[in-house]
């Protein structure tokens, strides 16, 4: 009877946690909680809390990941984890005289220099290319890597794009003739589960995080992809500029990502030049009359 | 106590998270703390990037129209909380609550919450 009970339990577990069970479920849309679904609205279930990770595979970081434990974890709308634009002193960087003054000329949205949207001159704002490293800095959602012999691929949901890191024995340029939004990338193995990519290249105009801070044509930037085990990897970030900053520091250090299922489907996430037009005129309106009103209520001199 | 006090900074920490992640990438300087619950019938449900739009008419009691502009999140968080570009349609009467109203004193304001002729309610819940 109790063998009996066991198989039962056995098989029911086998259907409830089985990929295709979980990826054909159906659950009435309800409004007021977190329901995480994929680009083809399919609920992406949450691993149970006692869940045991198996080992990572060698040399192997393929597959579709997403930030853990919340998919929105790596938003940073007011800058990357470890240096948020605030007022604790922990947090600021170190800026070279430079790098303060091209600081204060970027007028984000968001954090201790954000500006209402009308005086923004965020690029992003305007749909140019989010670049790298915001890419990750800003919006880290899901992502998908690719490995072939010679190179290390990821798309990103993020403004869906795509960066190559090549791992066929090339050294970074020495000289860049032309920076790209999205830099030269090379990458190696460090160790049978680190993966460790340095970039450089990277074009002015981008803006390293959301609250805008800056680089330059000298920036190097280092990616750390540890897998811990086979469902959970740790990304770490460091940034060397020595134009814009006295030292490297690290806007993200063992940011968790999740392994998701073969089937999901990584959801659309694109700037649309027209609609952010259509945005920025709706809301910069309010903006200008902000400004009015406040002149208004200030006597002249 | 200790698990009282951990609790309490745990949920402290995870508002400030989900706080801040509202309306990334664009401002919210433009928004003070105010919150208003208005009635009124829906004219557009903009289901667009970076932040979706409800426009809605409010009728005062003398018959004069106000034009109201709510925005809420973007698509792709939305459609997690079981809003959908379908949860609107224009001539609907529906209830809007919005926590954030612009400082210029304009009809604009940021949605939390709306609830249908039917009584439904659509919210993100306790995050934003």
């Not at chain 1, 940073?76 to 984890?81: I, L, N, V, Y």
């Not at chain 1, 830099?183 to 340095?198: C, I």
């Not at chain 1, 330059?216 to 897998?227: A, Y």
């Not at chain 2, 003398?62 to 792709?76: M, Y």
Request: aromatic share 10%; hydrophobic share 35%; glycine share 8%.
């Amino acid at each position: 009877m109790s063998k009996r009970l066991v198989a039962t339990a056995i098989v029911l577990g086998v259907l409830v946690f089985s990929p295709l069970t979980r990826a054909q479920t159906t659950e009435k849309r309800e409004s007021g909680k977190n329901i995480h679904r994929d680009g083809w609205d399919r609920i992406v279930p949450n691993p149970p809390a006692d869940q045991q990770a198996g080992p990572a595979p060698v040399r192997d970081i393929t597959g579709i990941w997403e930030p853990t434990p919340g998919y929105r974890d790596g938003v940073f709308a007011t800058g990357p984890r470890n240096y948020p634009s605030d007022t604790k002193p922990e947090h600021e960087l170190p800026f070279t005289p430079l790098g303060l003054k091209t600081w204060k000329e970027h007028k984000p949205g968001f954090g201790t220099t954000a500006v209402p949207i009308a005086e923004n001159n965020d690029p992003f704002d305007i749909c140019d290319p989010i670049g790298f490293p915001r890419l990750e800095l800003f919006n880290l959602r899901a992502i998908q890597v690719f490995q072939t012999k010679g190179q290390v691929a990821i798309i990103y949901q993020n403004d869906q794009v795509w960066r190559n890191i090549w791992m066929d024995g090339r050294e970074l340029p020495k000289e860049i003739l032309e920076p790209r939004w999205y830099g030269y990338s090379v990458g190696k193995w460090t160790d049978d589960y680190t993966f460790v990519a340095e970039t450089v290249g990277l074009d002015e105009r981008t803006w390293i995080d959301n609250v805008g801070r800056p680089h330059s044509d000298e920036l190097k930037v280092t990616e750390t992809w540890h897998r811990v085990n086979h469902d959970i990897m740790e990304f770490t970030m460091t940034i060397e500029d020595p134009k814009m900053y006295t030292k490297p520091w690290s806007p993200l250090t063992k940011f968790r990502m999740r392994l998701q299922p073969e089937w999901f489907d990584i959801r659309e996430m694109i700037c649309s030049a027209s609609e952010a037009q259509d945005y920025n005129k709706t809301v910069a309106e309010e903006a200008v009359a902000e400004k009015n009103a406040q002149k208004k209520a200030q006597p002249s001199k | 106590m200790k698990s009282g006090l951990i609790k309490g900074f745990l949920a402290a920490a995870a508002f400030l998270s989900i706080s801040v992640s509202l309306f990334a990438h664009h401002g919210n300087a433009a928004y003070d703390s105010r919150s208003v619950t208005v009635k009124g019938v829906v004219t557009a449900w903009e289901w667009k990037n970076p932040h979706t739009f409800l426009k809605f008419d409010a009728k005062d009691e003398q018959g004069n129209v106000t034009h109201w502009l709510g925005e809420w999140n973007a698509p792709s968080t939305l459609i997690n909380f079981g809003i959908t570009a379908k949860s609107f349609k224009a001539g609907e009467e529906v209830t809007v609550t919005m926590n954030g109203m612009s400082k210029t004193g304009q009809p604009v304001g940021r949605v939390t919450k709306v609830i249908l002729p039917d009584g439904q309610e659509l919210s993100m819940g306790s995050e934003r």
